[in-house]
């Protein structure tokens, strides 16, 4: 298909891309077990004897990876990261396993698998040098078996993370082994790491041939003769079809191809992600599996038209899509895959169909869940090449490392149904410049991605006029721009015709509950990218009513507009979800976290969150804000996003305040409002029927604790979690908009609190306290099960008032 990729772009009318194929995810090769448990960590500089079972240091800790250790530590002015890396160190640390193998398993190949330490890995195995790694995002593996004891015998593993020097990202990145660690045995002949690479030419007449390439590694080459099996299963699990060939063991690397043609497939989509299974196995003449890989597996179509947009399985379908950096909030950038689920829950509840993993290779388990819940995602690869945005990044590394980098991500990643097209450059700093370095480089990166898969590359770019090295060397497929909104029903005539998407968006800011009136001025917060900010507001926030946003990006309802006008544009990419760890913009210290994001750190939306969803999705809608705890007398602006219907009614205390209805291109109503206490109501009618309510009532002082769940029931292996939200309300049950209580948590049973948060972004309080303030009337505790089944009980306590308990149970 690399050629039909070739092919130049003769008419607007011309369908690009068109990228049939099946994909799959899941991957899991046979004999693999976790590696998590049973570490000891130590930051800061120790001696080589860590390599030796009798070392006795003191100072070390007991602890399970996935694990995070700046996000332990306090914000510091000082670090070196940066308020941009978040306010928090990185340093030198070390992780120490011992295990013992059994003296049967002597005669497999034994290998470790690293889904990403961030940064600098040195991984030693019984004082020998396993391997080094630079990049903090890439998975690796090393061969084990040479340096393996056996029986009695312990074995020492030892990893070296060196993220002490600073600054070396623009966000904050974590530290330590901070994604999953795998166990991979296999008995002398074994499929490839990264499992069989599946593909269709076509899905035609009600029919899907499912092409299936798979390596398979023979430590011994000796002739023997082999069965690859290959088996499909429905999503109930029941076989469909089944495949094999006979091979002979002559070389270390047998390619073997085989075709499974699927009846009636049910293709995967955003709306409805259908998975099939295939279980790989190879199988000696003895009738004996020898190794086995499951994959799960998706068929759809996809292919961008430079005119229409983006269509899947041959549907017209907007890319709905945000930006998200890798931490997970109080969790830091330890991986859980419960987290990221939520997270993803509560973009799909937006109308979010699509990710871009800004900007670095994501954990394996994000696109497990993409694959799972149907999201679309860019792969991103890189935040820059051969030029350095900070002294200490990747760019160190680029010249040796980037082609395998590469390699390594497309290979891990490019079987996911989720995955659509692979960002191989953000802002790339060679976009400018009088040589030629960037467009040779971005011509050698989508030569890689080409040999490797047939989905599309494109690059993030800042720069959209005629003098960017990387769009005029007309590289890539698609054109991608990174905000510049009012040159997006442009970009044809700039770049000729190639379909469009715009990588980045928005950058508009805000603070859950924070409101500057009045609403309808627009702060462009600092004044340009490289001034510092000038005015702002004294308490650091930045208002919810859309009205604040950087002077490079726009208010959401900006952007919105113009991606719901133009069919050109095929998708869109918020910047952000969810607020993250770094990046204050548009504030210094005490500014930690961003404030970009539709959704808070803890995962409350703000009031933007319902402009996207009256407008993704086909559910009623009706918001109103902001809360109704004012000065007497004093004018506050009412907005309402809304849907499903053509007129909005307010009314405060029973008094109609008047009818609101869009006008033009407009997302919202609103009126100024002379502030009484009391009841604000809106009524939202089409044809005059009712179609929603929405109720604001004046709270009273703080009188309650409220404690609710996203899940009350847990599995007991020890990293699910719930997260629950804490909030502050007045006697009737009101949320009080303003409280600020300090809530402190204890907890019985067998689990432990790992997490509290609130929302703020300049909160100095710990992520792993045993207390949180609220933030406007809310924070969150997240609560992680253990090793036992049983009843577990949260207590929220708050001076002057009664506790609150909420039961959790663990299965």
Same mark, same amino acid.
């Given at each position: 298909?690399?050629?039909?990729?070739?092919?130049?772009?003769?008419?607007?009318?011309?369908?690009?891309?068109?990228?049939?194929?099946?994909?799959?995810?899941?991957?899991?090769?046979?004999?693999?077990?976790?590696?998590?448990?049973?570490?000891?960590?130590?930051?800061?500089?120790?001696?080589?004897?860590?390599?030796?079972?009798?070392?006795?240091?003191?100072?070390?800790?007991?602890?399970?990876?996935?694990?995070?250790?700046?996000?332990?530590?306090?914000?510091?002015?000082?670090?070196?990261?940066?308020?941009?890396?978040?306010?928090?160190?990185?340093?030198?640390?070390?992780?120490? +396993?011992?295990?013992?193998?059994?003296?049967?398993?002597?005669?497999?190949?034994?290998?470790?698998?690293?889904?990403? /330490?961030?940064?600098?890995?040195?991984?030693?195995?019984?004082?020998?040098?396993?391997?080094?790694?630079? $990049?903090?995002?890439?998975?690796?593996?090393?061969?084990?078996?040479?340096?393996?004891?056996?029986?009695?015998?312990?074995?020492?593993?030892?990893?070296?993370?060196?993220?002490?020097?600073?600054?070396?990202?623009?966000?904050?990145?974590? %530290?330590?082994?901070?994604?999953? /660690?795998?166990?991979?045995?296999? %008995?002398?002949?074994?499929?490839?790491?990264?499992?069989?690479?599946?593909?269709?030419?076509?899905?035609?007449?009600?029919?899907?041939?499912?092409?299936?390439?798979?390596?398979?590694?023979? !430590?011994?080459?000796?002739?023997?003769?082999?069965?690859?099996?290959?088996?499909?299963?429905?999503?109930?699990?029941?076989?469909?079809?089944?495949?094999?060939?006979?091979?002979?063991?002559?070389?270390?690397?047998?390619?073997?191809?085989?075709?499974?043609?699927?009846?009636?497939?049910? #293709?995967?989509?955003?709306?409805?992600?259908?998975?099939?299974?295939?279980?790989?196995?190879?199988?000696?003449?003895?009738?004996?599996?020898?190794?086995?890989?499951?994959?799960?597996?998706?068929?759809?179509?996809?292919?961008?038209?430079?005119?229409?947009?983006?269509?899947?399985?041959?549907?017209?379908?907007?890319?709905?899509?945000?930006?998200?950096?890798?931490?997970?909030?109080?969790?830091?950038?330890?991986?859980?895959?419960?987290?990221?689920?939520?997270?993803?829950?509560?973009?799909?509840?937006?109308?979010?169909?699509?990710?871009?993993?800004?900007?670095?290779?994501?954990?394996?388990?994000?696109?497990? #869940?993409?694959?799972?819940?149907?999201?679309?995602?860019?792969?991103?690869?890189?935040?820059?090449?051969?030029?350095?945005?900070?002294?200490?990044?990747?760019?160190?590394?680029? !010249?040796?490392?980037?082609?395998?980098?590469?390699?390594?991500?497309?290979?891990?990643?490019?079987?996911?149904?989720?995955?659509?097209?692979?960002?191989?450059?953000?802002?790339?700093?060679?976009?400018?410049?009088?040589?030629?370095?960037?467009?040779?480089?971005?011509?050698?990166?989508?030569?890689?991605? +080409?040999?490797?898969?047939?989905?599309?590359?494109?690059?993030? $770019?800042?720069?959209?006029?005629?003098? $960017?090295?990387?769009?005029?060397?007309?590289?890539?497929?698609?054109?991608?721009?990174?905000?510049?909104?009012?040159?997006?029903?442009?970009?044809?005539?700039?770049?000729?015709?190639?379909?469009?998407?715009?990588?980045?968006?928005?950058?508009?800011?805000?603070?859950?509950?924070?409101?500057?009136?009045?609403?309808?001025?627009?702060?462009?917060?600092?004044?340009?990218?490289? +001034?510092?900010?000038?005015?702002?507001?004294?308490?650091?926030?930045?208002?919810?009513?859309?009205?604040?946003?950087?002077?490079?990006?726009?208010?959401?309802?900006?952007?919105?507009?113009?991606?719901?006008?133009?069919?050109?544009?095929?998708?869109?990419?918020?910047?952000?979800?969810?607020?993250?760890?770094?990046? &204050?913009?548009?504030?210094?210290?005490?500014?930690?976290?961003?404030?970009?994001?539709?959704?808070?750190?803890?995962?409350?939306? +703000?009031?933007?969150?319902?402009?996207?969803?009256?407008?993704?999705?086909?559910?009623?809608?009706?918001?109103?804000? &902001?809360?109704?705890?004012?000065? &007497?007398?004093?004018?506050?602006?009412?907005?309402?996003?809304?849907?499903?219907?053509?007129?909005?009614?307010?009314?405060?205390?029973?008094?109609?305040?008047?009818?609101?209805?869009?006008?033009?291109?407009?997302?919202?109503?609103?009126?100024?409002? %002379?502030?009484?206490?009391?009841?604000?109501?809106?009524?939202?009618?089409?044809?005059?029927?009712?179609?929603?309510?929405?109720?604001?009532?004046?709270?009273?002082?703080?009188?309650?604790? %409220?404690?609710?769940?996203?899940?009350?029931?847990?599995?007991?292996?020890?990293?699910?979690?719930?997260?629950?939200?804490?909030?502050?309300?007045?006697?009737?049950?009101?949320?009080?908009?303003?409280?600020?209580?300090?809530?402190?948590?204890?907890?019985?049973?067998?689990?432990?609190?790992?997490?509290?948060?609130?929302?703020?972004?300049?909160?100095?309080?710990?992520?792993?306290?045993?207390?949180?303030?609220?933030?406007?009337?809310?924070?969150?505790?997240?609560?992680?099960?253990?090793?036992?089944?049983?009843?577990?009980?949260?207590?929220?306590?708050?001076?002057?008032?009664?506790?609150?308990?909420?039961?959790?149970?663990?299965?």
């Amino acid at each position: 298909m690399s050629n039909y990729l070739n092919k130049r772009y003769r008419s607007a009318g011309l369908i690009l891309f068109m990228l049939l194929m099946v994909v799959i995810s899941y991957g899991q090769p046979g004999s693999r077990r976790t590696f998590n448990n049973d570490w000891q960590f130590y930051l800061g500089q120790t001696d080589e004897s860590v390599h030796h079972a009798t070392f006795k240091g003191e100072g070390w800790r007991n602890l399970s990876v996935p694990h995070d250790w700046s996000i332990e530590l306090p914000f510091d002015k000082e670090s070196p990261t940066g308020t941009g890396g978040g306010a928090l160190r990185g340093g030198l640390g070390w992780y120490r +396993k011992v295990f013992v193998l059994p003296e049967a398993d002597k005669h497999k190949k034994h290998f470790i698998r690293f889904d990403g /330490v961030y940064m600098n890995s040195e991984v030693y195995l019984n004082g020998h040098l396993l391997g080094v790694r630079p $990049n903090g995002y890439i998975g690796f593996s090393y061969d084990m078996s040479p340096y393996l004891q056996y029986g009695q015998q312990k074995n020492i593993l030892v990893v070296k993370v060196n993220n002490d020097k600073q600054p070396n990202s623009r966000w904050y990145s974590g %530290s330590g082994i901070y994604r999953n /660690v795998w166990l991979e045995s296999s %008995s002398g002949i074994r499929i490839s790491e990264w499992g069989p690479y599946i593909t269709t030419p076509g899905i035609r007449a009600g029919k899907a041939v499912i092409k299936i390439e798979t390596p398979v590694h023979i !430590d011994k080459p000796a002739g023997a003769i082999y069965r690859l099996r290959q088996r499909l299963f429905d999503a109930k699990g029941v076989q469909l079809l089944q495949s094999q060939n006979k091979f002979r063991a002559t070389e270390t690397t047998v390619n073997l191809q085989q075709e499974l043609t699927v009846t009636r497939p049910v #293709l995967w989509s955003d709306e409805n992600p259908y998975l099939y299974k295939i279980v790989s196995e190879v199988i000696d003449d003895n009738n004996k599996i020898m190794d086995s890989y499951t994959t799960r597996t998706g068929i759809r179509s996809f292919y961008f038209d430079a005119d229409k947009g983006f269509f899947l399985n041959g549907k017209a379908t907007k890319l709905r899509g945000v930006c998200m950096h890798h931490d997970l909030g109080a969790l830091g950038t330890a991986i859980n895959t419960r987290a990221i689920e939520r997270q993803l829950e509560i973009l799909k509840a937006m109308g979010c169909n699509s990710i871009r993993t800004s900007h670095n290779p994501p954990a394996p388990e994000l696109l497990d #869940l993409c694959d799972k819940m149907g999201f679309l995602v860019m792969d991103e690869a890189f935040d820059m090449w051969a030029k350095k945005k900070t002294d200490y990044d990747y760019h160190l590394y680029w !010249d040796q490392w980037h082609e395998r980098d590469l390699r390594d991500h497309v290979l891990r990643d490019r079987n996911h149904p989720s995955v659509i097209m692979w960002s191989v450059g953000n802002e790339i700093i060679e976009q400018w410049g009088k040589d030629s370095s960037g467009a040779v480089i971005l011509d050698k990166l989508v030569n890689i991605v +080409k040999e490797l898969d047939d989905r599309p590359a494109i690059t993030a $770019n800042n720069e959209i006029n005629t003098y $960017n090295n990387l769009l005029k060397a007309n590289i890539t497929p698609l054109i991608g721009y990174n905000y510049s909104h009012k040159y997006w029903d442009s970009v044809h005539s700039r770049w000729g015709k190639k379909p469009f998407i715009v990588t980045e968006s928005t950058s508009a800011l805000q603070t859950r509950g924070s409101y500057d009136m009045p609403s309808d001025s627009i702060r462009r917060w600092p004044e340009a990218w490289d +001034k510092p900010l000038t005015t702002g507001n004294t308490d650091t926030t930045c208002s919810a009513y859309d009205n604040c946003a950087t002077p490079w990006g726009s208010t959401h309802e900006e952007s919105l507009k113009l991606f719901q006008k133009y069919d050109h544009i095929g998708g869109m990419y918020v910047w952000t979800g969810f607020d993250y760890i770094g990046e &204050p913009t548009p504030y210094p210290w005490p500014a930690r976290s961003s404030y970009f994001g539709i959704v808070d750190l803890a995962g409350f939306p +703000k009031d933007v969150y319902y402009l996207y969803q009256s407008t993704w999705t086909s559910q009623p809608v009706l918001h109103i804000f &902001p809360h109704w705890n004012w000065t &007497p007398g004093q004018t506050v602006d009412v907005w309402a996003y809304y849907n499903q219907a053509d007129e909005v009614e307010l009314y405060l205390n029973g008094q109609s305040l008047g009818i609101r209805k869009k006008q033009n291109d407009a997302m919202h109503v609103v009126w100024r409002v %002379s502030y009484r206490p009391g009841i604000l109501k809106a009524v939202s009618r089409k044809n005059g029927k009712i179609i929603k309510e929405a109720l604001i009532q004046t709270a009273g002082e703080p009188a309650a604790i %409220s404690l609710s769940a996203d899940r009350k029931q847990l599995q007991k292996n020890k990293n699910d979690l719930s997260f629950i939200t804490v909030t502050i309300k007045d006697k009737k049950g009101n949320t009080v908009p303003l409280a600020d209580n300090l809530v402190t948590f204890t907890l019985q049973g067998d689990a432990e609190i790992v997490g509290v948060d609130n929302g703020s972004q300049t909160s100095m309080e710990s992520f792993k306290a045993l207390h949180r303030k609220a933030f406007h009337g809310k924070c969150l505790v997240i609560v992680k099960a253990k090793n036992k089944t049983g009843l577990i009980k949260l207590t929220a306590s708050a001076a002057g008032l009664p506790p609150a308990t909420i039961e959790l149970q663990v299965q």
